[in-house]
């Protein structure tokens, strides 16, 4: 499922590894992520912590994270939403139509 952005130049193509990696980075660097559902190594298609689906022209990112404790569980996961979102469309050019994130534990 690459995604293609059409230009008068020609076609640019964004693999969707590359889309998944950069959702990971930018979840990951949001103050009060612990990680990403299921440890390190998560950039990857066979990855649970990130999912994206194609929706016409646009995409939807699934992201799965691990709060730290004592952190307010909601308010790290607007955090992530917005930094996945403008990275994902600030890096590839591809838009975000929706990003869903679900908090799959708490690290202590």
Do not use: H, P, W
């Amino acid at each position: 499922m690459d995604k293609k952005n059409t230009s008068a130049k020609g076609v640019l193509k964004v693999s969707e590894d590359v889309i998944i990696t950069v959702a990971g980075l930018a979840a990951s660097d949001v103050k009060g992520v612990a990680g990403l559902k299921g440890g390190k190594g998560l950039m990857s298609r066979k990855s649970n912590a990130i999912k994206i689906n194609l929706i016409g022209d646009v995409i939807a990112v699934n992201v799965a994270i691990i709060v730290k404790s004592g952190e307010k569980a909601a308010a790290v996961a607007a955090k992530v939403q917005n930094a996945v979102k403008e990275n994902i469309q600030m890096m590839t050019g591809v838009t975000v139509a929706r990003v869903n994130v679900f908090v799959d534990g708490v690290e202590f």
